[in-house]
């Protein structure tokens, strides 16, 4: 079992940044993919962002505003938001998967953090 939590949401003006922060732990043996999601009130899971070994992969709406990143020493990923938006508004997950491929679907992840709240007023 692989445990994932969430941390660093909150509350921002438009225009501003976040830093969000994943710590994984538990039995970590096979886990290729790591991707964050977040879902709107009323909206279905969208694919952020995803890392697997050099590779990063993003959703349209974040390109060029997003980064995500990891830190294997400290079992951690991040995910850095620029230029936030009020449609940017969501709860975001970090989750964990042991295959790659279709690294945006949520389908394809076994492993769920219980997510963290970002609200962008503007």
């Known amino acids: 079992q692989v445990h994932m939590m969430e941390s660093g949401g909150g509350s921002v003006q438009a225009g501003g940044s976040l830093r969000l922060s994943c710590a994984a732990s538990?039995?970590?043996?096979?886990?290729?993919?790591m991707a964050w999601f977040r879902q709107a009130p009323g909206k279905e899971r969208e694919g952020v962002a995803a890392v697997w070994d050099e590779f990063t992969y993003y959703g349209d709406s974040v390109k060029g505003r997003f980064t995500i990143s990891q830190d294997y020493a400290k079992n951690t990923m991040y995910l850095q938001m620029n230029s936030l938006k009020p449609e940017d508004t969501a709860m975001y997950y970090c989750?964990?998967?042991?295959?790659?491929?279709?690294?945006?679907?949520?389908?394809?992840?076994?492993?769920w953090g219980q997510g963290t709240q970002v609200t962008v007023s503007s």
């Open positions: 538990g039995d970590r043996r096979g886990i290729r993919v």
């Open positions: 989750a964990a998967a042991r295959g790659t491929g279709y690294v945006l679907r949520p389908d394809r992840y076994a492993y």
